[in-house]
């Protein structure tokens, strides 16, 4: 099952619409009050971080269902012309913005630089290397995101972490396995996949519910 596209602005224009679709998903595959409360926080998680991109885009959400394996989509794209993307991106980019705390937080700035100008946001690689590789090494070429310029992996992320924290013991891993701990989506989803393309960005969040 796949629902309709609903069109999604910054300005929470769509957000209740779509809602009020994934309630109506919930009932349909027959989700308990637990898991129909999960899923609707992952929506609301996903809207609340597209809140917070800076700049203009337009979004299309929707749902594909399969047996209870869920993936919420939501694929952004710009409305700024590139000399103002390009803009954008330099003021965020200069280093006197506040570092993001958190994964959605990280999310946000992936799919930002990825909508502003996706060469440029490949600065992004330094500071999120973990996780962020070619999409070529994932080796999902059927779920959508197959012409992305790189993807993001939370459960990638995750391993690379964990590695980390292991073998090296760094203090900025402990930090980032903490951010883990504490965020909601990344505690009730099993993935999250951020693909970038040329001035797009999409977020999927897979969740297989029992």
């Known amino acids: 099952m796949k629902t309709d596209k609903i069109k999604i602005s ?78 954008l991106l330099s003021v965020s980019t200069t280093g006197e913005n506040i570092a993001p705390r958190g994964i959605m937080e990280k999310i946000r700035e992936i799919i930002q630089a990825g909508l502003y100008h996706a060469e440029e946001s490949f600065e992004l690689q330094a500071q999120y290397g973990a996780g962020m590789f070619p999409y070529g090494a994932l080796g999902m070429i059927d779920d959508g995101m197959s012409d992305a310029v790189y993807a993001w992996s939370m459960q990638k992320y995750k391993d690379e972490v964990e590695a980390e924290r292991k073998d090296n013991d760094n203090p900025a891993a402990e930090e980032a396995w903490d951010e883990l701990e504490k965020s909601i989506i990344a505690n009730i989803a099993d993935e999250i996949r951020v693909g970038v393309r040329k001035d797009s960005a999409e977020l999927i969040v897979l969740k297989k519910f029992n």
């Open 10 to 87: 910054k300005d929470g224009q769509g957000m209740d619409e779509a809602l009020k679709m994934a309630d109506h998903i919930a009932v349909l595959i027959r989700l308990s009050p637990k898991n129909t409360f999960h899923f609707r926080l992952l929506a609301e998680e996903m809207f609340s971080m597209l809140k917070a991109i800076t700049g203009e885009f337009s979004a299309d959400f929707w749902i594909e269902e399969n047996d209870r394996n869920c993936a919420l989509h939501l694929v952004a794209k710009s409305d700024l012309d590139y000399e103002k993307r390009h803009e």
